[in-house]
């Protein structure tokens, strides 16, 4: 009798057991977690399509031996359990939450996200000794430091005890969002504003605390002992607590929760402080999008008073209230990232964020029926964040300016591009092994976006060919149209990237767009702006059908603009030198620099090191 043989089928997804938050909480119950990625094929490492974990430990000129999560024994238990002793766990933690925090982008973002030139970002779990982690781009790289903790002032760990940065999930996802973020949005590196380095720190708070409600475990237990209100202080709203603790600061590292205050805003200097206006704005939106989505739930378990008794609550109403707040969660950070297609290429702030956000979301979800956006844009209010440019604080005044009778965009190359990427969407991308050499910026020049779609090995060489045609097209069209991007038509205008955009909306309709970005800058302002030349830019967004509907220009100064955008243009260069005079004031070698720190001392800033250097970031 024949034999019936059924085809191979592969699960959809990996289950790795990670600590939900970090080590310190390790003797706490729910501590140890399974989160689940894409499953695919791993080599030692792990080595995957898009991460590899190079586990070289810079301090003692070592390799640890990679772990292979392909091995039977390792799969059956959902990897390796939990532990500080054993490196391949570290690996393992830092691969998981690393494609988790991937996962997240392309969700909100509706494609796959690749790095530069298919390369892998490499996560160097024991990089050097150090209270500190960083994503280094020339690297492509995230590097881990471990250290010991302090001696005299250690809270709940171990006076002495040795602190790995990699086991630390904010960490990691707040590592893996720079690195995603600066994949996205490459020139938002240079602080050109006081908003650019904040953006980039309150950005990868934000997907570090909402990664934490993904933890149906631990929500259940914080709502139960805070009676609901997830405002008040437990790890849920808190970032790297063992790291805050062990580095003497006797706290977690930050918190989402502040005391909105108008006029704070307007002092912070400093990067994270800055960014964490952000994040307690976001987070109040989502607090109260949560309370709106529970009351009526709360009104059923207590007979419509709204009090809720003295006592544990029941296990079914906290079952029920965790799952609004995780849905609650998932859906702002998915309009948080998603907001990044509307974003400028250059010199964003805060308020440029809020317009994409309410943009981002009015195009897919016109009507807000929950009331979301309405909330984020009372979380910016309230801390005293406001757009430049628009009369108030409508919903209809935050929304870009949509664009008329514009020239038609080139999308019919595009489009056919597009198809093909698509259908190579879920195919894996082609393998390459990981190399160390840095990333040029001659190389970064030449990158036009290719990694936003997924071909397959043999595809992959025509599309880049079909694609740099593309790119002509889309740079012959905005030197065509510099004036209506706000860029100056005779300085050559640079095609960034480009992309389509699938999203599908809540009521389930498809929302297809391109979405392009150019670039154009001035040397001639980097001995005034520190190192950093005058950068103008515009993100442009088409339909499917090549009607361009908006235009987020930062506008380069020039007489063939309107006048309206030239305003807007000598206003950037004020700030900007209003931003570099700030730094000069705040910066003790200011005095003591030779020429070459002078001439460079605002470029060099965009060091990710340096930046983070002694407080973690
Ligand atoms: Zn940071």
């Known amino acids: 009798m024949p034999k019936l043989t059924l085809p191979e089928s592969q699960p959809d997804r990996r289950p790795l057991q990670v600590f939900a938050f970090d080590p310190m909480l390790g003797r706490a119950a729910g501590n140890r977690v399974v989160i689940e990625v894409a499953n695919e094929r791993l080599d030692p490492g792990p080595l995957g399509s898009r991460v590899a974990v190079v586990d070289y430990d810079g301090a003692n000129d070592c390799y640890y031996q990679p772990v292979n999560l392909d091995q039977p024994a390792i799969l059956m238990q959902g990897g390796l359990e939990p532990t500080e002793s054993d490196p391949r766990f570290h690996q393992q933690m830092v691969y998981a939450v690393a494609m988790k925090v991937i996962e997240n982008f392309e969700l909100a ?3 796959r996200i690749t790095f530069r030139r298919n390369r892998r970002l490499r996560l160097l779990p024991h990089a050097f000794r150090g209270a500190n982690a960083f994503y280094d781009p020339k690297l492509l790289a995230i590097l881990f430091g471990y250290f010991r903790a302090e001696r005299t002032d250690p809270g709940p760990n171990l006076p002495g005890q040795t602190v790995f940065t990699c086991l630390s999930q904010d960490i990691i996802a707040h590592e893996m969002t720079h690195a995603l973020v600066d994949r996205l949005r490459h020139l938002f590196i240079e602080p050109s504003n006081r908003d650019v380095p904040a953006f980039h720190e309150g950005f990868a708070d934000i997907v570090a605390i909402f990664q934490h409600f993904s933890l149906p475990a631990i929500l259940r237990d914080k709502i139960q002992e805070t009676r609901a209100d997830l405002r008040s202080p437990t790890p849920l709203v808190q970032l790297a607590q063992q790291f805050g603790y062990t580095t003497g600061q006797g706290e977690a590292l930050r918190t989402a929760v502040d005391k909105a205050n108008p006029k704070l805003f307007e002092t912070l200097d400093e990067p994270h402080e800055r960014g964490s206006v952000l994040v307690a704005a ?12 529970i009351r009526d739930l709360i009104r059923i378990a ?27 969660a998932q859906a702002i950070l998915t309009m948080c990232i998603r907001a990044f297609d509307y974003l400028p290429p250059v010199d964003v702030t805060f308020g440029d964020y809020l317009r994409a956000l309410v943009t981002a979301d ?55 591009l597009m198809l093909a990427g698509a259908q190579q969407y879920s195919r894996s991308a082609p393998q390459e092994p990981p190399t160390s050499s840095p990333v040029s910026d001659e190389d970064r020049d030449r990158d036009i976006g290719v990694e936003h779609f997924a071909f397959s090995d043999m595809a992959l060489e025509q599309a880049q060919t079909d694609l740099g045609e593309v790119a002509v097209q889309l740079g012959d069209w905005a030197v065509r149209n510099a004036a209506e991007l706000g860029l100056r038509p005779n300085v050559k205008i640079r095609v960034l990237g480009f992309h389509p955009v699938f999203r599908v909306s809540p009521k389930g309709q498809l929302l297809v767009e391109m979405v392009a970005q150019f670039t154009q800058h001035d040397e001639s302002y980097k001995p005034q702006f520190g190192g950093i030349p005058l950068r103008g830019g515009a993100t442009v967004v088409a339909s499917a059908e090549g009607r361009v509907r908006y235009i987020i220009s930062k506008p380069m100064p020039s007489p063939t ?44 800033k965009t060091n990710f090191a340096v930046m983070h250097q002694g407080v973690l970031r």
């Open 109 to 111: 973002l509706g494609r």
């Open 561 to 604: 603009i309107s006048a309206e955008k030239q305003k807007q243009a000598n206003f950037r260069i004020e700030r900007q030198k209003e931003f570099v005079a700030r730094c000069d004031r705040a910066d003790p070698f200011l005095a003591w620099g030779d020429d070459n720190y002078l001439a460079n001392r605002i470029a060099q």
């Open 362 to 416: 009015f195009e897919l979800n016109p009507l807000d029926e929950v009331g979301m956006r309405a909330a984020v844009i009372e979380g910016f209010r309230a801390r005293g964040v406001y757009p430049e440019n628009v009369v108030s604080l409508a919903e209809e005044a935050l929304l870009w300016d949509l664009t008329e009778n514009l020239e038609q965009f080139p999308v019919e190359h595009l489009a056919n």
């Open 302 to 328: 207590t007979g419509g008073t709204g009090r809720l008794p003295d006592g544990d609550l029941h296990p079914d109403l906290v079952n029920r209230i965790a799952g609004e707040a995780s849905r609650t």
């Open 282 to 293: 976001v987070f109040d939106a989502f607090f109260n999008t949560y309370q709106k989505r």
